[in-house]
């Protein structure tokens, strides 16, 4: 089975700071990991996924995410927080792709980002 | 143009009462996917369709019904709502025929209210 854990319900960064959103993944298989941005009453964007290859992905909005095995971590960071950066954030697993899981994704709890001027 | 649309947006209803939610995709893509994001924002997947076929059926109550005309629409028909069935439905569709590798792209969500 797989599962997601995202450190922080609540994850509180001043203008211009470090974004560091944490996400620690289980599964049995080579995973394949996402993280999605939801704007309050919109519905889900992905920032970035990795699936194979390169261990560190960029993704939309200055946002990237290492894969590292070892850890089991797929944490999200950018460089320098933005007012607009304000959401909740969802890492999620997709599931081993044989046909009765139909590659649904597993989410974790969510990450709510407030940016403070 | 909209990838993934869902109607309606808001929903308002009594306890008891049938309603349905429509979901449609201009991808092209094979698979078609209902979530459920509760009052807490925590988002599990309901059902999942891929090209018109059943293939992921998550423990829900069998008053929900999902239904596939083709492979662009997924609709959800919900009978005898109940107060905890209130929470924000997301249509969802993806390419799972190349190898999972795919995106799933989200559709706006719809936010049922059970009286």
């Known amino acids: 089975a797989q599962s997601v854990t995202q450190l922080g319900s609540h994850v509180s960064v001043s203008e211009g700071a470090l974004v560091l959103l944490r996400c620690n993944y289980s599964?049995?298989?080579?995973?394949?990991l996402f993280w999605y941005v939801q704007y309050p009453n919109q519905g889900l964007q992905l920032l970035l996924k990795?699936?194979?290859?390169?261990?560190l992905v960029k993704g939309i909005n200055g946002f990237e995410a290492e894969f590292k095995k070892s850890e089991t971590s797929f944490h999200l960071t950018k460089p320098s927080a933005h007012m607009s950066d304000a959401a909740e954030y969802f890492c999620?697993?997709?599931?081993?792709?044989?046909?009765?899981?139909?590659?649904?994704?597993?989410f974790g709890q969510g990450t709510e980002l407030s940016v403070k001027p | 143009d909209t990838a993934v649309s869902q109607t309606p947006k808001y929903l308002v209803t009594q306890m008891g009462n049938d309603k349905s939610i429509k979901c449609e995709q201009n991808l092209g893509h094979d698979t078609m996917y209902w979530y459920k994001q509760d009052s807490k924002k925590f988002l599990k997947i309901m059902f999942s369709?891929?090209?018109?076929?059943?293939?992921i059926n998550e423990t829900v109550p069998n008053r929900f019904s999902p239904k596939s005309p083709d492979k662009a629409h997924l609709n959800l028909h919900i009978n005898s709502l109940e107060l905890g069935d209130s929470a924000v439905y997301f249509c969802a569709s993806s390419q799972v025929a190349s190898g999972g590798r795919d995106e799933q792209f989200f559709g706006p969500g719809t936010r049922l209210t059970v009286l």
């Open positions: 999620a697993v997709r599931a081993a792709l044989i046909y009765n899981q139909g590659g649904k994704l597993i």
């Open positions: 369709y891929n090209n018109k076929e059943l293939i």
């Open positions: 990795y699936t194979t290859g390169a261990t």
């Open positions: 599964s049995s298989v080579p995973p394949y």
